[in-house]
């Protein structure tokens, strides 16, 4: 049982995470992209004065964007960080007192088990 609270976690949860940080993966790529200097050089030397105003607009709103986004992710996790800290506190706490007694491989490995299963939930 205690592998299966290791293995715990909402599929839902877990599925909108990893979809926000995939898009987050390629939104900084993007963002890296248009800050590049073939593309700086390119916009440059390809659209009017008025067009490039728009282009470095465009490309703040964007960095403002994937900024929000990022905030919202890291609240995410507080959020889940704050519901499971008294958990994670335990885990902790136990596993460090496993291994200071040395206890029994089994032992340890449960206590380790657990505070990943608590981890897993909070950045799931």
Same mark, same amino acid.
């Given at each position: 049982t205690i592998i299966n609270k290791a293995n715990y976690m909402s599929s839902s949860e877990s599925t909108n995470s990893k979809q926000l940080q995939g898009y987050l993966s390629e939104l900084r790529t993007l963002q890296l992209k248009l800050e590049s200097a073939p593309v700086q050089e390119k916009m440059e030397h390809s659209l009017s004065i008025q067009e490039q105003k728009k282009f470095i607009q465009t490309r703040i709103n964007l960095s403002t964007?994937?900024?929000?986004?990022? $905030? /919202? !992710?890291? &609240?995410?996790? !507080? %959020? *889940?960080? /704050? *519901? &499971?800290?008294? !958990?994670? @506190? /335990?885990?902790? =706490? $136990?596993?460090? =007192?496993?291994? %200071? @007694?040395?206890?029994? $491989?089994?032992? +340890?490995? /449960?206590?380790? =088990? +657990?505070?990943i299963g608590t981890i897993s939930r909070i950045i799931a």
């Open positions: 964007n994937i900024s929000e986004l990022e $905030s /919202q !992710a890291i &609240n995410e996790i !507080a %959020d *889940k960080l /704050q *519901k &499971n800290e008294s !958990a994670l @506190r /335990q885990g902790i =706490a $136990s596993l460090s =007192a496993t291994i %200071d @007694r040395l206890a029994s $491989s089994i032992e +340890t490995l /449960q206590g380790m =088990a +657990t505070l």
